[in-house]
């Protein structure tokens, strides 16, 4: 393919990907991602020459130029879209895919010293969010999101989101199901406790942590009431309470202190088990 019909792509795939893009001219002036991404194939050859200097120099021009620093031994490939662009790192052996999207402040790095592969691979259509960090030389397969600010260090499966830090898979409502939504919901307003962790609109592993933890209380609570149900057959009279709703403003603030510590652990806490 030529150099115009490259251009002409690029030009195509901003239009396709960034709404705020209103004409050619415009995004030819106005878009360093995409400058960046020129001046890179052009001392992507020279290094492929083995002319390094040169190469190493282009580069840092178009660093000083866009606020986008990619080491000419990078291999990209076609559509690729730096949007925003300042602050974005891609490393020597980083291999990119088609059709992906890398926002400002993204790194793709490295973990180690040595010589070799060690910064990431990325397949086609991969997205990564404003001031992620990928990091070694680990694969994020087609069709992967990372979050914004997140930081990967393992490989990502095809179409999975990744979220927090370290990043980890989320599994979304889709996964989840209707109905464990549905139920989850109903807890929480059951104990007085709307938990954002309930929200199927949030992706994130401490969430779907306390969401188990509340499928947990829901299998619990409907066993005790099974059981009240055959003592009070019996004669007996338990379980005649309701419930108390839960108000923040009745805990002391060593518990909310207390509560604050318990939501950090989660932190650590791994869905998947």
């Not at 960090?133 to 397969?141: A, D, F, Q, R």
Request: net charge negative; aromatic share 6%.
């Amino acid at each position: 393919m030529g150099v115009i019909s490259r251009i002409k792509e690029d030009i195509a795939s901003i239009y396709h990907r960034d709404p705020a893009a209103r004409s050619t001219w415009e995004i030819l002036l106005n878009y360093p991602g995409m400058h960046a991404i020129w001046l890179h194939r052009a001392s992507h050859k020279l290094w492929k020459k083995e002319w390094h200097l040169l190469a190493r120099l282009i580069s840092t021009f178009s660093r000083w130029l866009t606020g986008v620093e990619i080491h000419p031994g990078a291999t990209i490939g076609r559509r690729f879209f730096i949007d925003h662009g300042m602050g974005v790192v891609i490393g020597e052996t980083a291999e990119i895919g088609d059709d992906c999207t890398l926002y400002h402040g993204v790194t793709l790095g490295g973990t180690s010293w040595n010589s070799g592969k060690r910064h990431p691979t990325l397949g086609n259509n991969v997205v990564i969010g404003a001031g992620a960090k990928v990091l070694g030389p680990i694969l994020i397969e087609d069709g992967a999101r990372v979050g914004s600010n997140s930081v990967v260090v393992k490989t990502v499966t095809k179409e999975r989101t990744v979220v927090g830090i370290p990043g980890r898979e989320v599994a979304t409502q889709t996964e989840q199901g209707e109905e464990t939504t549905r139920r989850r919901s109903e807890m929480a307003k059951k104990y007085g406790f709307d938990a954002y962790a309930v929200s199927p609109d949030n992706p994130d592993p401490v969430a779907n942590a306390i969401g188990q933890l509340m499928d947990h209380m829901h299998l619990m609570d409907s066993k005790l009431q099974d059981v009240c149900h055959e003592v009070q057959q019996m004669g007996g009279e338990v379980c005649t309470d309701k419930l108390p709703e839960l108000n923040i403003e009745e805990f002391s603030e060593d518990e909310i202190a207390a509560a604050e510590k318990r939501k950090k652990q989660l932190d650590e806490f791994d869905p998947m088990i």
